[in-house]
């Protein structure tokens, strides 16, 4: 079984928005915080939000600060990125990972498990 499975991603026009929601198993969700990050053609992964196991603490990249939100519900093994007033800049594939450890949320060698990913195209 899969750990992490992406969904929601899409085509929309530049304003718009799409939430990306993110299914866990395998683990206790709860447990771990968890992240999202996003690559475009070309470019390293990067972090866009994180928020911590309990959801008391949220994360955002400067990009995405105002527009993204990040949260879950632990009673069903989910997290979601709300992303809103979206730009061209924002198109990548969007990856859900679960963190481990107590270290920085923001890089990629501090989550072990990773979704497939999910496709985000905003058109200008």
């Known amino acids: 079984q899969v750990p992490l499975v992406e969904s929601g991603g899409g085509l929309v026009q530049a304003g718009g928005s799409l939430t990306l929601s993110c299914a866990a198993s395998?683990?206790?969700?709860?447990?771990?915080?968890m992240g999202w990050f996003r690559q475009a053609p070309g470019k390293e992964r990067e972090f866009v939000a994180a928020?911590?196991?309990?959801?008391?603490?949220?994360y955002y990249t400067n990009s995405v600060k105002g527009r993204f939100a990040i949260y879950r519900d632990n009673a069903k093994n989910m997290v979601w990125l709300q992303m809103n007033s979206l730009k061209p800049e924002d198109t990548a594939v969007y990856y859900c990972?679960?963190?481990?450890?107590?270290?920085?949320?923001?890089?990629?060698?501090?989550?072990?498990?990773w979704g497939q990913g999910t496709q985000v195209t905003v058109s200008s």
């Open positions: 928020i911590s196991s309990s959801a008391g603490n949220t």
């Open positions: 990972a679960q963190h481990i450890g107590s270290g920085s949320y923001y890089y990629t060698d501090e989550y072990d498990y």
């Open positions: 395998g683990r206790t969700f709860s447990m771990y915080a």
